[in-house]
Protein backbone atom coordinates (compact mmCIF):
# COMPACT_ATOMS: atom_id res chain seq x y z
CA UNK A 1 0.00 0.00 0.00
CA UNK A 2 2.71 2.46 0.98
CA UNK A 3 4.60 1.52 -2.37
CA UNK A 4 1.37 2.13 -4.44
CA UNK A 5 1.22 5.76 -2.42
CA UNK A 6 4.74 6.51 -3.46
CA UNK A 7 4.89 9.05 -6.23
CA UNK A 8 7.92 7.62 -8.60
CA UNK A 9 6.24 4.20 -8.32
CA UNK A 10 3.09 5.96 -9.36
CA UNK A 11 5.48 7.63 -12.32
CA UNK A 12 6.76 4.11 -13.47
CA UNK A 13 3.84 2.47 -13.58
CA UNK A 14 1.83 5.23 -15.73
CA UNK A 15 4.88 5.75 -17.96
CA UNK A 16 5.19 1.49 -18.29
CA UNK A 17 1.27 1.44 -18.92
CA UNK A 18 1.11 4.26 -21.12
CA UNK A 19 4.04 2.25 -23.28
CA UNK A 20 1.99 -0.96 -23.19
CA UNK A 21 -0.90 0.53 -24.50
CA UNK A 22 0.81 2.70 -27.23
CA UNK A 23 2.46 -0.52 -28.39
CA UNK A 24 -0.62 -2.47 -28.80
CA UNK A 25 -2.04 0.08 -31.28
CA UNK A 26 -2.42 -1.51 -34.75
CA UNK A 27 -1.06 -0.82 -37.18
CA UNK A 28 1.73 0.27 -35.38
CA UNK A 29 2.75 3.97 -34.69
CA UNK A 30 6.41 5.02 -36.10
CA UNK A 31 8.46 5.37 -32.88
CA UNK A 32 9.32 8.76 -33.12
CA UNK A 33 5.75 9.39 -32.84
CA UNK A 34 5.87 6.88 -29.43
CA UNK A 35 8.38 9.09 -27.99
CA UNK A 36 6.61 12.20 -28.64
CA UNK A 37 3.87 10.67 -26.83
CA UNK A 38 5.78 9.44 -23.68
CA UNK A 39 7.40 13.13 -23.72
CA UNK A 40 4.24 14.21 -23.30
CA UNK A 41 3.30 12.25 -20.97
CA UNK A 42 6.37 12.56 -19.27
CA UNK A 43 5.88 16.41 -18.81
CA UNK A 44 2.08 15.99 -17.27
CA UNK A 45 4.37 13.62 -14.68
CA UNK A 46 6.77 15.93 -13.91
CA UNK A 47 3.40 18.69 -13.16
CA UNK A 48 2.27 16.17 -11.38
CA UNK A 49 4.57 15.71 -9.14
CA UNK A 50 6.18 18.96 -9.00
CA UNK A 51 2.56 20.46 -7.81
CA UNK A 52 2.83 19.80 -4.50
CA UNK A 53 5.95 19.42 -1.91
CA UNK A 54 4.54 16.32 -0.44
CA UNK A 55 4.54 14.34 -3.66
CA UNK A 56 8.00 15.92 -4.58
CA UNK A 57 9.32 14.37 -1.37
CA UNK A 58 8.00 11.03 -2.03
CA UNK A 59 9.38 10.93 -5.81
CA UNK A 60 12.99 11.85 -4.38
CA UNK A 61 12.82 9.51 -0.76
CA UNK A 62 13.27 6.00 -2.83
CA UNK A 63 16.06 7.85 -4.58
CA UNK A 64 17.46 9.38 -1.82
CA UNK A 65 18.00 6.07 0.38
CA UNK A 66 18.99 4.20 -3.09
CA UNK A 67 22.50 7.05 -3.00
CA UNK A 68 23.07 6.98 0.38
CA UNK A 69 21.36 3.84 2.99
CA UNK A 70 24.32 1.28 3.55
CA UNK A 71 22.16 -1.46 3.36
CA UNK A 72 21.20 -0.16 -0.02
CA UNK A 73 24.76 -0.68 -1.50
CA UNK A 74 24.83 -3.34 -3.95
CA UNK A 75 21.63 -1.83 -5.62
CA UNK A 76 23.70 1.16 -5.68
CA UNK A 77 26.12 -0.52 -7.44
CA UNK A 78 24.21 -2.73 -9.85
CA UNK A 79 22.59 0.68 -11.22
CA UNK A 80 25.62 2.43 -11.43
CA UNK A 81 26.64 -0.34 -13.87
CA UNK A 82 23.63 -0.56 -15.36
CA UNK A 83 23.72 2.77 -16.52
CA UNK A 84 26.59 2.87 -18.83
CA UNK A 85 25.90 -1.08 -20.02
CA UNK A 86 22.41 0.51 -21.43
CA UNK A 87 23.88 3.08 -22.82
CA UNK A 88 26.44 1.21 -24.49
CA UNK A 89 23.91 -1.77 -25.48
CA UNK A 90 21.30 1.46 -27.52
CA UNK A 91 24.44 2.68 -29.04
CA UNK A 92 25.50 -0.60 -30.49
CA UNK A 93 21.67 -1.49 -31.31
CA UNK A 94 21.62 1.73 -33.38
CA UNK A 95 24.91 0.96 -35.23
CA UNK A 96 23.69 -2.59 -36.78
CA UNK A 97 22.70 -2.78 -40.09
CA UNK A 98 19.19 -2.48 -40.92
CA UNK A 99 17.51 -4.20 -43.62
CA UNK A 100 16.08 -0.79 -45.42
CA UNK A 101 16.94 0.48 -48.76
CA UNK A 102 19.82 3.21 -48.67
CA UNK A 103 18.29 6.22 -49.43
CA UNK A 104 20.61 7.14 -51.96
CA UNK A 105 19.27 9.44 -55.03
CA UNK A 106 18.17 7.94 -58.17
CA UNK A 107 19.91 9.34 -61.07
CA UNK A 108 17.51 10.44 -63.84
CA UNK A 109 19.61 10.42 -66.84
CA UNK A 110 22.87 8.48 -66.82
CA UNK A 111 25.00 8.38 -69.10
CA UNK A 112 24.51 5.68 -72.34
CA UNK A 113 26.32 3.13 -73.30
CA UNK A 114 27.98 3.95 -76.53
CA UNK A 115 27.49 0.87 -77.84
CA UNK A 116 24.19 -1.48 -77.15
CA UNK A 117 23.04 -4.80 -78.99
CA UNK A 118 20.12 -4.98 -80.73
CA UNK A 119 18.65 -7.53 -81.74
CA UNK A 120 22.21 -9.29 -82.27
CA UNK A 121 22.82 -6.53 -84.27
CA UNK A 122 25.21 -3.55 -82.70
CA UNK A 123 24.59 -0.09 -82.87
CA UNK A 124 26.82 2.92 -82.14
CA UNK A 125 24.70 5.16 -79.81
CA UNK A 126 26.97 8.32 -80.28
CA UNK A 127 26.74 8.05 -84.48
CA UNK A 128 23.15 7.01 -84.53
CA UNK A 129 20.54 8.81 -86.43
CA UNK A 130 16.63 8.08 -86.53
CA UNK A 131 16.42 7.15 -90.23
CA UNK A 132 13.40 8.47 -90.47
CA UNK A 133 14.19 11.77 -89.88
CA UNK A 134 15.84 12.67 -93.21
CA UNK A 135 12.13 11.94 -94.75
CA UNK A 136 10.44 15.60 -93.05
CA UNK A 137 12.43 17.92 -95.63
CA UNK A 138 12.39 15.74 -98.35
CA UNK A 139 9.16 13.39 -98.56
CA UNK A 140 6.50 15.19 -96.33
CA UNK A 141 3.96 12.54 -96.77
CA UNK A 142 6.14 9.85 -96.15
CA UNK A 143 7.37 11.50 -93.32
CA UNK A 144 3.51 12.18 -92.13
CA UNK A 145 3.63 8.15 -92.13
CA UNK A 146 6.05 7.06 -90.03
CA UNK A 147 4.72 9.60 -87.10
CA UNK A 148 1.39 7.75 -88.13
CA UNK A 149 3.32 4.22 -87.35
CA UNK A 150 4.51 5.97 -84.33
CA UNK A 151 0.83 6.93 -83.30
CA UNK A 152 -0.22 3.70 -83.38
CA UNK A 153 3.13 2.27 -81.68
CA UNK A 154 2.47 5.06 -78.59
CA UNK A 155 -1.50 4.02 -78.27
CA UNK A 156 -1.02 0.39 -78.39
CA UNK A 157 2.02 0.30 -75.68
CA UNK A 158 2.56 3.52 -74.11
CA UNK A 159 -0.18 5.18 -73.04
CA UNK A 160 -0.81 3.27 -70.21
CA UNK A 161 1.84 5.04 -68.29
CA UNK A 162 2.94 7.66 -70.14
CA UNK A 163 -0.28 9.25 -70.60
CA UNK A 164 -3.04 9.68 -73.55
CA UNK A 165 -1.50 13.33 -74.02
CA UNK A 166 2.28 12.47 -73.17
CA UNK A 167 2.36 13.95 -69.96
CA UNK A 168 3.58 10.78 -67.90
CA UNK A 169 -0.11 10.79 -66.52
CA UNK A 170 -1.62 7.10 -67.86
CA UNK A 171 -4.04 5.24 -65.66
CA UNK A 172 -1.26 3.18 -64.39
CA UNK A 173 1.10 5.69 -63.67
CA UNK A 174 0.32 6.54 -60.09
CA UNK A 175 1.08 2.58 -59.00
CA UNK A 176 4.65 3.68 -60.41
CA UNK A 177 7.74 5.25 -58.29
CA UNK A 178 9.38 6.80 -60.20
CA UNK A 179 6.54 8.26 -62.08
CA UNK A 180 6.60 7.51 -65.84
CA UNK A 181 8.73 10.37 -67.74
CA UNK A 182 6.07 13.43 -68.89
CA UNK A 183 7.20 13.86 -72.37
CA UNK A 184 5.88 17.75 -72.40
CA UNK A 185 8.21 18.48 -69.62
CA UNK A 186 11.60 20.14 -71.24
CA UNK A 187 13.36 17.54 -68.16
CA UNK A 188 12.80 14.57 -70.55
CA UNK A 189 12.76 14.62 -74.15
CA UNK A 190 13.89 17.97 -74.49
CA UNK A 191 17.07 17.38 -73.51
CA UNK A 192 17.51 14.28 -74.86
CA UNK A 193 19.44 13.01 -78.29
CA UNK A 194 17.00 10.44 -80.63
CA UNK A 195 19.85 7.29 -80.10
CA UNK A 196 19.59 8.16 -76.05
CA UNK A 197 15.78 7.57 -76.52
CA UNK A 198 16.37 4.44 -78.24
CA UNK A 199 18.42 3.01 -76.18
CA UNK A 200 15.75 3.80 -73.40
CA UNK A 201 12.78 2.33 -75.11
CA UNK A 202 14.69 -0.80 -76.14
CA UNK A 203 16.48 -1.79 -73.36
CA UNK A 204 14.11 -0.42 -70.50
CA UNK A 205 14.11 -0.17 -66.82
CA UNK A 206 16.36 -3.61 -66.83
CA UNK A 207 19.03 -1.75 -69.18
CA UNK A 208 19.44 0.80 -67.00
CA UNK A 209 23.04 1.19 -65.52
CA UNK A 210 23.47 0.60 -61.31
CA UNK A 211 23.15 3.94 -60.44
CA UNK A 212 19.43 4.21 -61.75
CA UNK A 213 18.78 1.87 -59.63
CA UNK A 214 17.18 -0.34 -62.58
CA UNK A 215 15.28 -2.63 -60.21
CA UNK A 216 12.89 1.05 -59.38
CA UNK A 217 12.03 1.50 -62.79
CA UNK A 218 8.92 -0.21 -64.73
CA UNK A 219 9.84 1.24 -68.17
CA UNK A 220 9.40 -2.07 -70.00
CA UNK A 221 12.10 -3.24 -72.22
CA UNK A 222 10.61 -3.04 -75.75
CA UNK A 223 13.54 -5.03 -78.02
CA UNK A 224 11.89 -8.42 -79.18
CA UNK A 225 8.02 -6.70 -79.07
CA UNK A 226 8.92 -3.43 -81.30
CA UNK A 227 11.03 -3.56 -84.25
CA UNK A 228 13.90 -1.54 -84.68
CA UNK A 229 11.94 0.81 -86.83
CA UNK A 230 8.89 0.86 -85.03
CA UNK A 231 10.99 2.33 -81.96
CA UNK A 232 12.22 4.92 -84.32
CA UNK A 233 9.16 5.64 -85.76
CA UNK A 234 7.48 5.95 -81.80
CA UNK A 235 10.53 8.39 -81.47
CA UNK A 236 9.66 10.49 -84.55
CA UNK A 237 5.95 10.87 -82.77
CA UNK A 238 7.10 11.84 -79.28
CA UNK A 239 8.85 14.86 -80.51
CA UNK A 240 6.18 16.10 -83.11
CA UNK A 241 3.86 15.53 -80.49
CA UNK A 242 5.15 17.08 -78.29
CA UNK A 243 6.85 19.65 -80.34
CA UNK A 244 10.33 19.72 -78.79
CA UNK A 245 13.31 18.97 -81.41
CA UNK A 246 15.44 16.62 -80.36
CA UNK A 247 18.72 17.46 -78.92
CA UNK A 248 21.87 17.44 -81.44
CA UNK A 249 25.32 17.48 -81.16
CA UNK A 250 25.91 20.00 -83.78
C1 LIG B 1 4.51 0.07 -67.38
C2 LIG B 1 4.62 1.46 -67.60
C3 LIG B 1 5.34 1.96 -68.83
C4 LIG B 1 5.10 1.68 -70.15
C5 LIG B 1 4.02 0.78 -70.73
C6 LIG B 1 6.03 2.45 -70.89
N1 LIG B 1 6.85 3.17 -70.07
FE1 LIG B 1 8.34 4.45 -70.61
N2 LIG B 1 8.80 4.77 -68.66
C7 LIG B 1 8.10 4.26 -67.59
C8 LIG B 1 8.70 4.75 -66.37
C9 LIG B 1 8.22 4.40 -64.96
C10 LIG B 1 9.77 5.59 -66.73
C11 LIG B 1 10.68 6.38 -65.80
C12 LIG B 1 11.79 5.52 -65.24
C13 LIG B 1 12.88 5.31 -66.24
O1 LIG B 1 13.47 6.30 -66.73
O2 LIG B 1 13.17 4.14 -66.56
C14 LIG B 1 9.81 5.58 -68.18
C15 LIG B 1 10.75 6.25 -68.95
C16 LIG B 1 10.72 6.33 -70.33
C17 LIG B 1 11.67 7.05 -71.12
C18 LIG B 1 12.90 7.82 -70.60
C19 LIG B 1 12.61 9.29 -70.51
C20 LIG B 1 13.74 10.06 -69.88
O3 LIG B 1 13.55 11.25 -69.66
O4 LIG B 1 14.80 9.47 -69.62
C21 LIG B 1 11.30 6.93 -72.43
C22 LIG B 1 11.97 7.54 -73.65
C23 LIG B 1 10.12 6.10 -72.44
N3 LIG B 1 9.80 5.75 -71.16
C24 LIG B 1 9.42 5.75 -73.60
C25 LIG B 1 8.40 4.81 -73.62
C26 LIG B 1 7.79 4.32 -74.85
C27 LIG B 1 8.11 4.82 -76.25
C28 LIG B 1 6.87 3.38 -74.46
C29 LIG B 1 6.01 2.52 -75.38
C30 LIG B 1 6.67 1.80 -76.44
C31 LIG B 1 6.89 3.30 -73.02
N4 LIG B 1 7.84 4.18 -72.55
C32 LIG B 1 6.09 2.46 -72.28
C33 LIG B 1 7.03 3.42 -67.63
C34 LIG B 1 6.46 2.89 -68.78
Redesign the pocket.
Known sequence: MRLIRNALVQCLAVLLLALAVLLAVRPPIPASLLTFYLAVIGVGLGVYITATTERMESFWRPLHALLILDRLRPARWGVLLALPVLAAGQTAWSLLPTRQAPATLRV??PAPPTQIRFEGRSINLREARNPLRAAKASEPRAFAAHVETGRR??YQ??F???GDNLAGDGP?AHA?N????NFQDLG??AQ?QESY?FW??AK??PG?PPESAPGR????R?EGR?SEEEIWA?ILF?YEMTGHPPRTWD
Do not use: D, E, K
Not at 217 to 220: R, V
Open positions: IHVYNCQCHFFPRPATILLRIGGLSAMPWLVL
